[in-house]
């Protein structure tokens, strides 16, 4: 661990036609046990080569955060960190895997600092990223969203909206797919796209979904004057201001079944 140097200390002085101003005494203070630094390279396991620009990150064993850094050009890092003892070392660079280390104690490290490699990512596919709203802006969460290829190479893929109305897929390729919502309170949505090849993520505009028109049912039971069911009787369906909707008569038992009605107050008129 290499010896930290003292602070660097600047005062701000200025003369004018009135006075001179005196630079007060400033004093150098010494490095403290606070000061000490973090070293160490990171290379590419496949090649050796320096890898700059990663993520180096300190925590405890709790990965509470300590404080972090990033690599230069030639891979090395220098992360101040206090006055720990120990710590996590967590290392991330696009392109790679996440590196994480056990509890390290930084006593046993001394001046030669520590050594990361990081191995390539393999290639998982595009991230499909989305969210569905109703028409009035509203998420709409538990709608139940299918992906699959056009191509019919694959078995369809499920995912339900969550709180915010979004959802996620992962593992696609560069092809057309096809998306479809469903939702007992919307109408049913279904759209093709292709995500780009050279994105990781693809995120499709929202997906408004319409809300369903519902539907009512009237039906019941007509019965004589001695309260036996009346088959074959005339039962009429009127709306609040009695105008005649729908007609139908009723069967063996006396029932009857007006269906596909609009929400609001209707009358029935029977003989």
């Known amino acids: 661990m290499d010896q930290a140097k003292p602070h660097n200390i600047t005062q701000t002085v200025s003369v004018t036609q009135e006075n001179d101003d005196v630079c007060r005494i400033v004093a150098i203070s010494e490095p403290g046990s606070d000061e000490n630094c973090l070293t160490g390279f990171i290379s590419d396991k496949t090649n050796g080569k320096p890898i ?7 925590t405890d064993d709790a990965l509470n955060s300590i ?12 992360i101040p960190m206090g006055r720990v003892s120990s710590c996590r070392i967590l290392a991330a660079k696009k392109g790679y895997c996440t590196y994480s280390s056990d509890l390290i104690d930084l006593s046993c ?3 030669k600092g520590v050594d990361i490699i990081l191995s390539p990512a393999e290639p998982e596919g595009i991230v499909l990223y989305g969210s569905v709203r109703d028409f009035t802006g509203k998420p ?24 915010d109305g979004g959802f996620l897929f992962d593992g696609l390729e560069p092809v057309t797919y096809r998306i479809t919502c469903q939702s007992e309170e919307h109408e049913n949505y279904s759209r093709t796209f292709q995500p780009a090849g050279d994105n990781p993520v693809c995120m499709l505009e929202t997906i408004y979904l319409k809300m369903k028109e519902h539907k009512g049912t009237v039906f019941g039971v007509i019965t004589d004057s001695r309260d036996m069911p009346a088959p074959n009787a005339v039962v009429v369906l009127l709306s609040a201001d009695n105008v ?26 029977a003989k």
Request: hydrophobic share 30%; charged share 25%.
């Open 52 to 58: 700059e620009g990663a993520c180096v990150k300190l």
């Open 140 to 163: 709409a969460q538990g709608v139940r969203v299918t992906l699959s290829r056009t191509d019919m190479n694959m078995n369809e893929e499920t995912a339900l909206t969550d709180a």
């Open 109 to 111: 490290i001394g001046k």
């Open 67 to 78: 404080n972090q850094g990033y690599s230069d050009s030639k891979g090395y890092f220098s």
């Open 244 to 269: 005649p909707l729908q007609v139908t008569r009723t069967n063996e038992k006396g029932i009857y079944l007006f269906y596909d009605l609009e929400m609001g107050q209707y009358k029935i008129m």
